[in-house]
């Protein structure tokens, strides 16, 4: 039987990589693809399937009801992934209310759709049902020196944005335990790859290095994140979808810890040996250091030992290789990224936004 998966959010970093993972590794699917094109959602990422029969994109919003409620009449999924999200710390401290919107009443709108769907459903299409809410490892808040997030870890969310997501967990949560809604959460570390928005720091720091233009580090540069390939989560979602516990939440996690001004180095030090610029010694010389992030938190680990024992998920991508890889796709995919540098991005996706509606 065709599996349907409706996919929100597709059109941005981790959606659209999800996309292309399981156009490869599933055989006899459809995906829809639901996603409001804010700033961060791209067609491009997702081009290639345009005129795929497997494929459907949406242009809707998960926080509006009647278009929720249409796509799951007209397409019956069997998995919802909620991927749908404003996803960028430093926005939701210039303006958080995109965040609630999206984030909160979104995920909310999302959740009570999904259940009135479900709540239709034959038995046999409820056994097989999964509402998989996307998530972060920021709404543990921050580590001092030692020590991991577990799934048991108390929520402490520092931004606007961790609030958000803290927040949309709490309701996938309640909508299982008071409903019956069979979700699963997964709560990730920071992703790195391709079609990453170069508003994130390894995007921003690869293309202002093409552009010479200075790297702004926050702080002294020693804040450490866990750096996972995203291939590796998109791999991990998908164990969890078939194998996961309903009600269970997932920490998932690369084992990466890297500070920042480490990884800076690193993307200089690769530049340096992929497209060396006889105007500089070093890409190094671009560094500058420019005031902190308010309220930024210090440290992220992951303990992902759960999904490893109960579904044997570790993943494949060593940050070596994965930050090779990705330096070398925004070196190959010059004209993805320009045009989003050049300004004429804007345009572009206010006339994607106009067409779209005027459909
Ligand atoms: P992104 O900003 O690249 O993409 C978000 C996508 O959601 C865009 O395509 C956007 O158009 C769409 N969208 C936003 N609001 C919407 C709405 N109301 N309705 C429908 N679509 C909407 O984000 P990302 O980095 O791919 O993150 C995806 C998810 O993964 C988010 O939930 C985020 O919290 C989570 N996450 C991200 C990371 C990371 O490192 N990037 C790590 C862990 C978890
Ligand atoms: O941990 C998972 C989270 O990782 C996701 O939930 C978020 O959606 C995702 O954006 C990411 O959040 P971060 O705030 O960790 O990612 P960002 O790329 O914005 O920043 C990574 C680190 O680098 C952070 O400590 C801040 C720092 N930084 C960031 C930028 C953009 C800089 O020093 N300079 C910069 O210009």
């Keep these: 039987m065709r599996k349907v998966y409706l996919v929100t959010g597709g059109c941005g970093f981790i959606g659209s990589n999800f996309i292309h993972f399981l156009m490869k590794t599933e055989d006899d699917i459809t995906i829809v693809n639901l996603d409001k094109l804010t700033y961060a959602g791209n067609l491009k990422n997702v081009e290639a399937y345009a005129t795929d029969s497997r494929y459907v994109f949406i242009h809707g919003d998960i926080g509006d009801r009647n278009c929720v409620r249409d796509v799951f009449e007209t397409y019956h999924p069997q998995v919802v992934v909620n991927f749908a999200a404003e996803s960028h710390v430093?926005?939701?401290?210039?303006?958080?209310?995109?965040?609630?919107?999206?984030?909160?009443?979104?995920?909310?709108?999302?959740?009570?759709?999904?259940?009135?769907?479900?709540?239709?459903?034959?038995?046999?299409?409820?056994?097989?049902?999964?509402?998989?809410?996307?998530?972060?490892?920021?709404?543990?808040?921050?580590?001092?020196?030692?020590?991991?997030?577990?799934?048991?870890?108390?929520?402490?969310?520092?931004?606007?944005?961790?609030?958000?997501?803290?927040?949309?967990?709490?309701?996938?949560?309640?909508?299982?335990?008071?409903?019956?809604?069979?979700?699963?959460?997964?709560?990730?570390?920071?992703?790195?790859?391709?079609?990453?928005?170069p508003e994130k720091l390894i995007p921003l720091m690869i293309l202002n290095c093409l552009e010479r233009k200075p790297l702004p580090v926050y702080g002294d540069g020693q804040n450490i994140r866990d750096w996972l390939y995203v291939d590796d989560h998109c791999d991990a979602i998908f164990q969890v979808i078939q194998n996961g516990t309903i009600g269970e939440t997932y920490n998932i996690g690369g084992n990466n810890e890297i500070r920042n001004l480490e990884i800076v180095q690193t993307i200089c030090d690769i530049l340096d040996e992929f497209r060396p610029n006889p105007k500089l010694k070093s890409y190094r010389d671009l560094i500058t250091f420019v005031k902190d992030r308010p309220g930024h938190d210090f440290r992220y680990a992951i303990n992902a030992t759960k999904i490893k024992t109960d579904l044997g998920w570790v993943p494949k991508h060593s940050f070596t290789a994965g930050i090779r890889k990705t330096v070398k796709w925004y070196l190959q995919n010059e004209p993805w990224w320009e045009f989003i540098r050049s300004g004429e991005y804007l345009n572009y996706y206010c006339k994607q936004y106009r067409s779209l509606n005027a459909v």
């Design 90 to 197: 430093d926005r939701s401290i210039s303006g958080p209310g995109d965040f609630i919107n999206t984030n909160i009443v979104g995920t909310y709108q999302l959740l009570n759709e999904s259940l009135n769907y479900f709540k239709e459903l034959s038995e046999p299409d409820q056994e097989r049902f999964r509402f998989h809410h996307i998530s972060t490892d920021e709404v543990y808040g921050s580590l001092g020196d030692d020590g991991y997030f577990t799934e048991d870890t108390a929520y402490d969310p520092s931004s606007p944005y961790s609030a958000s997501k803290a927040s949309s967990d709490h309701l996938a949560r309640a909508w299982y335990r008071t409903f019956g809604l069979p979700v699963l959460i997964t709560n990730c570390s920071n992703n790195y790859g391709p079609y990453q928005f």
